[in-house]
C-alpha cells in the first residue's frame, strides 16, 4: 500500500491571463489531485493569496513566503507542494530555482505542477527549466506591452495611476475633490509664506487631514505634492517605471494632461525655484526647522571626519560620526563659544566695504554633478576609495599594509587632482554680486529681532559649511556664491 504523504497547495491568481481558473476552482482540481495522488492536503497548508498579486517578485507575496517559513520549520510538516501550473509558483526563473532547490535541499519538498506533467530523470528537469523560462519571458514580454501602453496612454493626456490628492479619478479622468482642492492651494501659498514641509504637514494634522492614503501627513509627502506637475494640468511618466521620489530622473516625461490646473503657473514656478534653493542650502538630510535652534545648526562640521557637528543636551554639539563611534577625534564644543566665534568671523570678514574673502561659484542645482565640477567629481570618487580600502581592512580583507600603501595611492591622486584645478580669482561682477548679498545676509544675522531659524537660512545662502578644529579650538568659513 502506498504510503500516505502530506502536501500544501499555493494558489495565486494572474491578473494577466482572463482564461485563468478561478482560485476556488484551481483548489477543486489540486484538491483532486491530491486524493488521486495518495496526498493528504489539509485546510491549514492551503495558503491562498489575495487577488491582484504580481508573481515576479517572491518577497512581495506573504501567503508564498508564509509557506517557504512553515517548510523551512524544524519539523518540515509537508513534502510536497502543490500548484496549478509553474507560473503560480514564480515566474522569476532565477527565484524558481533558488527556492525550488532550497526546498529540495533544506526540506525534501518537491514542487509539483498538477497540469503540467513530468518525466522522470534529466530530461524532466530540463523540461521544467523550459517552463519557467517562457513562464518569465511571458511576463517580461507581457509587462513591456503593459508599459508601452501606459506611456501611450499618458502622452494622450489619460491619467494610468490612482488619483493624487486634491483630485478624484472618474470616468478615467481626473475631477478637483471639492473637499481637498483648498488644502492643496494652502500647501503651496503656505510654502511660499515661509513654512517648511514638515511645519505644513503638522498643520495639516492638526486640521485632522490626510494623505490620499487615510496616512498622517509627512514632510515628505507635502515635498511630493509641491513637486507633482499634476496640480498645473500636466501628467508625469517614469519612463523606466517608478520614479519614486527621484524628481531630477531625466527619464521622467511630463505630457499635458486633460484635466483642469488647481494651481496657476506663476505660483508653481515660484514654488520650484524656492525648492531648488532651498536643494543648494540643505544637505539631502538636514531640516530646514528643529525643535532646538540656533543660528548654526547644521553648518559646523569636524575637522577630522567632515562629519555635521549635531546638537548635545550638555548645551553644546558633537560629531555624529564620533557619537556612532566611527569618528575618533572628539569636537565637542557649546554652542554658545561656537555662536560667538562665527559671529565674530563673520563680521571681521564680511562687514568691510568689498569683502576680500576668497569663494566658490556654484552652478544651477539642476545641473549634473559632472557639469558643475568635474574635477570636484573626480576627487569624490577617489574619496569613496579611500572609505572602501578602510572597510575592507578593517573587515580583514586587507593587512595593515595593503590599506597603507592603497591610502598612499589614493591620496597623492586626490592631491594631482587638486592641483589640476585651474585657479582664478572670480570677475570683480561677481564680487561685487557677493558682497551685496553678504551684507544683505549681515543685516538678517545682526537685527535682534531676527529668529535663529531666519538666520540661519540666510547664512546658508553665503556659507556652505563651517570646519571646527579642535586642537586650535578656531574655525573655518567655506563661502559661496
Known amino acids: 500500500m502506498e504510503e500516505l504523504k502530506t ?44 487577488e ?11 501567503e508564498f513566503q508564509r509557506m517557504i517559513g512553515i517548510a523551512k520549520s524544524k519539523d518540515h510538516p509537508f513534502d510536497t507542494i502543490l500548484v496549478w501550473k509553474f507560473s503560480r509558483f514564480a515566474r522569476n526563473q532565477e527565484e524558481s530555482i533558488v527556492y525550488k532547490s532550497m526546498l529540495h535541499r533544506e526540506c525534501g519538498v518537491s514542487v509539483v505542477s498538477i ?24 511576463s ?89 506637475p499634476v496640480y498645473i494640468g500636466k501628467l508625469r511618466w517614469g519612463k523606466d517605471g517608478w520614479f519614486r521620489r527621484d524628481f531630477d530622473n531625466p527619464n521622467i516625461l511630463v505630457f499635458e494632461g486633460k484635466h483642469e490646473p488647481i494651481i496657476d503657473l506663476d505660483t508653481w514656478e515660484a514654488v520650484q525655484r524656492k525648492l531648488r534653493e532651498s536643494k543648494e542650502r540643505y544637505g539631502p538630510r538636514q531640516r530646514q526647522t528643529s525643535p532646538k535652534e540656533y543660528f548654526l545648526r547644521g553648518m ?26 566611527s569618528c575618533k577625534v572628539s569636537h565637542f564644543v557649546s554652542i554658545k563659544k561656537a555662536q560667538e566665534a562665527v559671529l565674530q568671523a563673520l563680521c571681521d570678514d564680511l562687514l568691510c566695504e568689498s569683502p576680500t574673502v576668497d569663494f566658490e561659484t556654484r552652478s544651477l542645482p539642476h545641473a549634473s554633478a559632472q557639469e558643475q565640477d568635474p574635477t570636484g567629481q573626480l576627487v569624490r570618487q577617489e574619496q569613496r576609495k579611500l572609505d572602501r ?59 535682534p529681532a531676527s529668529t535663529d531659524a531666519e538666520r540661519n537660512d540666510s547664512l546658508r545662502s553665503i556659507v556652505d559649511h563651517i570646519t571646527f578644529h579642535r586642537q586650535t579650538a578656531t574655525f573655518t568659513l567655506f563661502y559661496y556664491l
Open 140 to 228: 517580461i514580454r507581457l509587462s513591456g506591452e503593459v508599459h508601452r501602453g501606459m506611456e501611450e496612454a499618458v502622452s494622450r493626456g489619460n491619467p494610468v495611476n490612482g488619483a493624487p490628492f486634491g483630485f478624484i479619478r472618474k470616468d478615467r479622468q481626473l475631477l478637483p475633490d471639492p473637499d481637498r482642492i483648498a488644502y492643496v492651494q494652502k500647501i503651496f501659498r503656505w510654502y511660499l509664506d515661509g513654512l517648511g514641509c514638515r511645519q505644513i504637514a503638522l498643520r495639516l494634522n492638526d486640521l485632522g487631514i490626510r494623505s490620499k492614503y487615510g496616512n498622517p501627513m509627512e514632510n515628505r509627502t507635502i515635498e511630493y505634492i509641491l513637486r507633482n
Open 115 to 138: 497540469s503540467e506533467p513530468l518525466a522522470d530523470g534529466p530530461f524532466g528537469g530540463l523540461i521544467e527549466r523550459i517552463i519557467e523560462w517562457m513562464d518569465e519571458y511571458y
Open 389 to 447: 580600502v578602510r572597510e575592507a581592512y578593517e573587515n580583514g580583507v586587507d593587512t595593515l599594509a595593503e590599506y597603507r600603501e592603497n591610502k598612499r595611492k589614493i591620496q597623492a591622486r586626490i592631491a594631482a587632482l587638486e592641483a589640476s584645478r585651474p585657479v582664478s580669482v572670480p570677475p570683480e561682477a561677481l564680487r561685487q554680486a557677493f558682497a551685496e548679498k553678504a551684507h544683505s545676509v549681515m543685516k538678517v544675522v545682526l537685527d
Open 7 to 50: 502536501a500544501a497547495c499555493y494558489i495565486r491568481v494572474s491578473t494577466d491571463d482572463q482564461t485563468e481558473y478561478s482560485p476556488d476552482s484551481q483548489l477543486k482540481l489540486l484538491r483532486d489531485y491530491a486524493k488521486g495522488h495518495s496526498l493528504i492536503l489539509p485546510d491549514e497548508f492551503i495558503f491562498m493569496e489575495k
Open 300 to 325: 559646523l562640521r569636524c575637522s577630522n571626519c567632515g562629519g555635521t557637528l549635531t546638537y548635545s543636551n550638555s548645551g553644546g554639539v558633537q560629531c555624529a560620526n564620533y557619537n556612532r563611534s
Open 52 to 62: 491582484g498579486v504580481s508573481g515576479r517578485k517572491a518577497d512581495k507575496r506573504p
